[in-house]
């Protein structure tokens, strides 16, 4: 069973969450700054973040790549495929999450 510390929870802008590892979480370095901050920030204490900006459907495949990273690095390789319509939203988010 997993343990509510060991997850986050990812709000999109329509308000859709998406409750992931943390692990996977913390492959995006702005995620990790914002959950492992020694200050009294609310990420950091319920372990969620909202995204105002970010779509559903981009948040989504965010995530999927985070755990898509989390494999790669273990030494499995495949391919992560995007959707041409999503790849110009997918680069904006990647940018600010600094994935």
């Known amino acids: ?3 509510k510390e060991d997850t986050v929870r990812l ?3 329509e308000g859709y969450e998406f409750v992931i590892e943390r692990e996977a979480a ?4 702005t995620l990790k700054n914002m959950l492992t901050s020694t200050g009294a ?3 950091t204490q319920l372990g969620e973040v909202r995204f105002p900006e970010i ?4 948040l989504e495949k965010v995530c999927q ?3 898509w990273s989390l494999q ?7 391919e992560f495929h995007i959707d041409p319509e999503m790849t ?3 680069m904006m988010a990647a940018n600010y999450l600094h994935t």
């Open 65 to 67: 790549y985070f755990y």
């Open 26 to 29: 913390l492959v995006s370095n």
């Open 72 to 78: 790669f690095a273990s030494g499995k390789e495949t």
């Open 41 to 43: 920030f609310t990420e």
């Open 11 to 13: 709000i999109s802008a």
């Open 55 to 58: 779509s559903a459907p981009i």
């Open 1 to 3: 069973m997993v343990r």
């Open 88 to 90: 110009l939203e997918l």
